[in-house]
DNA sequence: TAAAATCTGAAAATCGTTTTCATCTTACAC
DNA sequence: GTGTAAGATGAAAACGATTTTCAGATTTTA
C-alpha cells in the first residue's frame, strides 16, 4: 500500500512479460498458463489470477470479456501513451485495441458530466464493437454466442 | 425446427410473460427463478436458460453481459423497439448500473462508424466511472468487481 | 542472519451454466 | 377416451472459470 508494488519474484516476471509481448491478442489466464508451463516455467493459474488483478488495479493491463464461456481476457496497456486522454475501441473479432482520438467522444464526456451528473473515466471505459477489418459484407450466419 | 415452437407449457408462458413484463431491467436467470417460486409457480434453473436459449435463438429475447460475475442477464426486444437500444453507466464505486437513453451517443456510435469504421455494440459497451451520489461527498469506496 | 512481509500453488470452495436421465406432458392419431 | 411418440421438466451431477484457504517457500529489510 504505502508505495510497495510487491515483490520482486520469477512468477511476476514472467506474467508481466507475456503481457508486454503479447499486446494485440485475446490473452487468458490459460494462454498464459499454458505457454509458461510450456516454457519449463510453469505458474499456478492462482498466482497468475492475482497478478493480473493487481495489474489490473494499477492500470497496467486492463480486463475485459469478449465471449463469456472462454472467460476474462487481458491487455497490456502501454503507460508512454497518453491513453487516459483518449478513449479506446477494442475490436470483439480480431482483440484489436484501436486508440480513438476524436473530440466528439470528448464532447460526449462532457455532456453526460452536464446533463446526466456522472463522470466518466475514459481509462477503464472501451467501446466494443467491430473494426473495419473484421466486418464481414456477408454474413455468415453462424451458431457464435451472443453477447450483445 | 420445422415451423415447430415447442409445445405450450406453464413453465415457458411463466418465463415468457415474466421477459415481456420487464423489458427495462436486467434481467438474470436468478431474478427469474426467484420471481416464480415466490409466485409459488417455481421452475426449474435449467428450465429457465433452456427456454432463454431458443427465445435468444429466434431473436426474441437479447442475451449480454455486464458484470462478469454476476451472469447473463437477458432482456426482450421488440422489432419496433432495436432502435432504442441504450448504454449504460456504471458507477466504479458503488456498482449502480445507470440506464442512458441519450441521442448524443447514438450521434457519437454513427460517427464513429462513419468516420473511423468502426461498428461499436451497444451492448456490451459500458462507459466506467462515478455517479452524482458518489461524486464529491465521502467516497462510498467499496471493494467491487472490475470489468472494464 | 533473523524476523516480518509477501508470495506461491495444490486443493477445496464458489458460482454460473450445461448435461444427464428418469419421469411427466403435450399433441395428435385412432 | 386411449395410446403413443415427440418434447419438456427438474433434481442432481458435471463443468469450467475464478476465488479462497493454508501451509510452506521466498523476498525485503534491518
Redesign the interface.
Known amino acids: 500500500m504505502s508505495g510497495t508494488n510487491g515483490y520482486k519474484t520469477r512468477q511476476r516476471e514472467s506474467i508481466l512479460r507475456y503481457m508486454t509481448e503479447h499486446k494485440d491478442s485475446h490473452v487468458t489466464v490459460n494462454t498464459i498458463s499454458d505457454y509458461l508451463a510450456q516454457q519449463g516455467t510453469p505458474v499456478g493459474t492462482a498466482t497468475i489470477y492475482r497478478h493480473l488483478?493487481k495489474l489490473?488495479?494499477q492500470g497496467t493491463v486492463?480486463?475485459?470479456?469478449v465471449d463469456?464461456a472462454t472467460g476474462?481476457c487481458f491487455q497490456f496497456v502501454e503507460a508512454d501513451r497518453k491513453c487516459h486522454e483518449h478513449y479506446h475501441?477494442k475490436?470483439?473479432k480480431c482483440g484489436k485495441l484501436?486508440h480513438?482520438k476524436?473530440s466528439?467522444?470528448k464532447e460526449?464526456e462532457e455532456?453526460?458530466y452536464a446533463?446526466?451528473?456522472?463522470?466518466?473515466?475514459p481509462l477503464?471505459?472501451?467501446?466494443?464493437?467491430?473494426?473495419?477489418e473484421c466486418?464481414v459484407p456477408a454474413a455468415p450466419a453462424q451458431k457464435e454466442e451472443?453477447?450483445?
Chains 1, 2 share one sequence.
Do not use: D, M, P, S
Open positions: 488483478e489490473v488495479e486492463r480486463k475485459y470479456t463469456a476474462a475501441l475490436c470483439e484501436i480513438l476524436c466528439f467522444v460526449l455532456h453526460i446533463e446526466h451528473g456522472f463522470a466518466v473515466n477503464r471505459t472501451v467501446f466494443y464493437g467491430v473494426c473495419q466486418a451472443q453477447n450483445g
